[in-house]
């Protein structure tokens, strides 16, 4: 059944303890305990939201996100719309959603992040943002989202992720038992949810010529390639060979089976032999 559509709404960006939104899935998906119940208590109005003003990384993403937006806009030719837009889920109305924008062209939700250049790779950036990312684009019913991502390096990395439909399953499941411990008061624990790997589009192409374990591998596979070939070609021709009525075929150290479904399997018959003991 197709997602109702998304109703844009106006809310108090201080009334985020009303809802859950995309930065808050991470922490619920997450495995920090502490972080867990301060977000609990915040959103029961127990305590007021972090101050993050301190916080270089987090300031360094606000403050690169119209130079990101830009520079995506310039090197993708795709055009981003409703930037900060603030949305509800349609039916999920505890779920919301604070949009670094939409790409007008397909509808896919975008985020932009400032990443430390150091132990930087496509696969932990997008690990990282996850759960904000599938939460948006349930959030939006959007099939895919870009991550538009400015290292310290300077660096500028786009990945497509695409919503995975077992993932936002156990990420609606977490939220909704957080939830309803917002609401009845009772303290949430870790949900330990194991979530799939990312998936991510395949566009790089990398030079493996610094890996032993590739050029050992690498070595096999060319050595021996020509004797697979010819193993094929082998089996092949015995199987052509071998009359249709017969269900073993045997011969020169080589039998052949054929299963009830007809498919038609070698094995390499040893002959053991014993040398007689000299007295």
């Not at 109703?7 to 859950?20: E, L, T």
Request: net charge neutral; proline share 4%; with cysteine.
């Amino acid at each position: 059944m197709a997602e109702p559509q998304t109703h844009i709404v106006k809310f108090n960006p201080n009334d985020r303890r009303h809802f859950i939104g995309g930065s808050d899935a991470r922490i619920v998906m997450g495995d920090d305990q502490d972080a867990l119940i301060r977000l609990w208590r915040e959103k029961r109005g127990e305590v007021a939201p972090e101050d993050l003003s301190d916080n270089l990384i987090v300031q360094l993403g606000t403050v690169t996100e119209v130079l990101n937006r830009a520079w995506y806009q310039r090197s993708s030719g795709q055009t981003v719309k409703d930037i900060q837009k603030r949305v509800r889920h349609p039916v999920h109305k505890w779920m919301g959603a604070t949009l670094d924008g939409i790409i007008e062209q397909t509808g896919a939700v975008f985020e932009a992040k400032f990443m430390l250049p150091w132990a930087f790779t496509e696969e932990a950036a997008a690990e990282k943002h996850m759960a904000q990312l599938q939460h948006n684009m349930w959030v939006m019913a959007a099939r895919s989202s870009v991550l538009s991502i400015i290292t310290g390096g300077g660096k500028w990395v786009e990945i497509k992720i695409y919503a995975d439909p077992l993932y936002q399953h156990l990420l609606l499941t977490a939220e909704k038992k957080f939830w309803r411990c917002v609401q009845s008061g009772d303290p949430p624990a870790l949900f330990n949810i194991e979530t799939p790997r990312p998936r991510l589009e395949a566009v790089k192409v990398v030079d493996m010529s610094t890996s032993n374990q590739w050029a050992e591998l690498a070595a096999t596979y060319l050595r021996t390639r020509e004797a697979h070939g010819e193993h094929e070609t082998a089996k092949a021709d015995l199987k052509k060979l071998m009359p249709g009525d017969a269900k073993e075929a045997t011969g020169h150290g080589v039998k052949a089976k054929r299963s009830k479904s007809g498919a038609i399997s070698f094995e390499a018959l040893v002959t053991e032999s014993s040398d007689a003991s000299v007295q």
